[in-house]
């Protein structure tokens, strides 16, 4: 069975790093993209970005790019989020997921989300 | 404000069929794969739709996506009060070099 198993939930005080992680099992972990969609209380979702773990190939949105770092272990089939300098505004719950393509290292040929991850919740508060 | 345009909500009987779009541009839907999600309250989202109109394993046929233009339509036909979700449009928008979404449309069965 193909499963995202994400961290359990942070709190933290803004200034404070932080780094998340999604643990794959059930599939090739360096074929497929894995990513990240944001979803602040109340709100919707917003796709952050992705990673190749074959290569560590990264691309992220222009939103979200300087203001997170998504990493990948092949040695033990995990995903990272991570984040240098936390903000009251990053509270919010993270989701990880699959970034399917039709075409392989293409995130552009993007198909669809087929995987997710429980999500984390991420709490910053003075 | 989202890339993508929905409705912030749709409603409908039981038994009736309900449509939610999900407008773009060139950049994004004109030219790339429409992929549809519902997500109920305190869970994750769940693919409904990818590629525009194929159904992942065990989703039931009553959900349905199209895809015309720069607009995507998603079709729930014999409503259930346990289709009352958010649903999401989502696609891959060239000029960002990025996924984007919709802002989400809650259904309502009345």
């Known amino acids: 069975e193909v499963q995202l198993v994400q961290s359990g939930v942070e709190v933290k005080k803004p200034g404070e790093s932080l780094k998340v992680s999604c643990k794959v099992s059930g599939y090739t972990f360096t074929n497929y993209y894995i990513g990240w969609v944001r979803q602040m209380p109340g709100k919707g979702l917003e796709w952050m970005g992705i990673i190749y773990p074959g290569d560590s190939d990264a691309r992220y949105s222009p939103s979200f790019q300087g203001q997170v770092t998504i990493s990948a272990d092949k040695s033990v089939n995990t995903a990272h989020l991570q984040w240098r300098s936390l903000k009251a505004s990053d509270t919010a719950v993270y989701y990880c997921v699959r970034h399917r393509t039709t075409i392989t290292r293409r995130p552009d040929y993007f198909s669809g989300l087929d995987v997710w991850g429980q999500g984390t919740t991420v709490i910053v508060s003075s | 404000q989202s890339v993508l345009t929905q409705p912030p909500s749709v409603s409908a009987a039981p038994g009736q069929k309900v449509t939610i779009s999900c407008s773009g541009s060139s950049s994004n839907i004109g030219n790339n794969y429409v992929s549809w999600y519902h997500q109920f309250p305190g869970t994750a989202p769940k693919l409904l739709i990818y590629?525009?109109?194929k159904r992942p394993s065990g989703i039931p046929d009553r959900f349905s996506g199209s895809k015309s233009g720069t607009s995507a339509t998603l079709g729930i036909t014999g409503l259930q009060t346990g289709d009352e979700a958010d649903y999401y449009c989502?696609?891959?928008?060239?000029?960002?070099?990025?996924?984007?979404f919709g802002g989400g449309t809650k259904v309502t069965v009345l």
């Open positions: 989502g696609t891959w928008d060239s000029n960002l070099s990025a996924g984007v």
């Open positions: 590629e525009n109109n």
